[in-house]
Antibody, heavy 119, light 110 residues
Framework: QLQLQESGPGLAKPWETLSLTCTVSGGSISGSSYYWGWLRQPPGKGLEWIGSIYYTGSTYYNPSLKGRVSISVDTSKNQFFLKLSSVTAADTGIFYC???????????WGQGTLVTVSS | QSVLTQPPSTSGTPGQKVTISCSGSSSNIGSNYVYWYQQLPGTAPKVLIYRNNQRPSGVPDRFSGSKSGTSASLAISGVRSEDEADYYCAAWDDRLSGPVFGGGTSLTVL
């Protein structure tokens, strides 16, 4: 079955760019009508959608993060990517990638990766 | 501040029925499907209810979802200790053109 796995540095410096990769296995990232999404969860807080991408490269982002976020895809590697620029301590949290259906059904999810923003 | 409003916490004793509410507006719950997620401690969320009241295979039938107007509810009939988790509602928001979440409700089974 479909599985997702996040990877990337666990530490980012303030005002730098956070970069994460989501690797999809058990299915083709371009072989379905799914979108692919990134979400985050600050420590002890709730979930926030960051943005989503289709295998063609079509994207849409959370307006609250627009301007700082960029999501891209590499279908040959079955991966999609997140870049979040000018990070601050407020961006610290667990970042999840997930398959997205019908706009709001995230399933399945990756296990999540903790990113701490600190100098 | 989350777009959808949930109570921060609730509790129940084993076997009791517990209900979690999720309040939104005409641009999200009022015009789109509602989804519910369960997040067990230290794990990623998983979908519990999709399209207002549908259960994925493997989700016990003691979990049920409903929607009325701009509000939705998740009910757990006969709550068990293993149901102790955080629960989140979500829906597409037409105004924001993206999915929005509730702040989450922490369920304690006493």
């Amino acid at each position: 079955q479909l599985q997702l796995q996040e990877s990337g540095p666990g530490l980012a410096k303030p005002w730098e760019t956070l970069s994460l990769t989501c690797t999809v296995s058990g299915g083709s990232i371009s072989g379905s009508s799914y979108y692919w999404g990134w979400l985050r969860q600050p420590p002890g807080k709730g979930l926030e959608w960051i943005g989503s991408i289709y295998y063609t490269g079509s994207t849409y982002y959370n307006p609250s993060l627009k301007g700082r976020v960029s999501i891209s895809v590499d279908t040959s590697k079955n991966q999609f990517f997140l870049k979040l620029s000018s990070v601050t301590a407020a961006d610290t949290g667990i970042f999840y990638c997930a398959s997205l259906h019908w706009g709001s059904l995230f399933d399945p999810w990756g296990q999540g990766t903790l990113v701490t923003v600190s100098s | 501040q989350s777009v959808l409003t949930q109570p921060p916490s609730t509790s129940g004793t084993p076997g009791q029925k517990v209900t979690i509410s999720c309040s939104g507006s005409s641009s999200n719950i009022g015009s789109n499907y509602v989804y519910w997620y369960q997040q067990l401690p230290g794990t990623a969320p998983k979908v519990l209810i999709y399209r207002n009241n549908q259960r994925p295979s493997g989700v016990p039938d003691r979990f049920s979802g409903s929607k009325s107007g701009t509000s939705a509810s998740l009910a757990i009939s006969g709550v068990r200790s293993e149901d102790e988790a955080d629960y989140y509602c979500a829906a597409w928001d037409d105004r924001l053109s993206g999915p929005v979440f509730g702040g989450g409700t922490s369920l304690t089974v006493l």
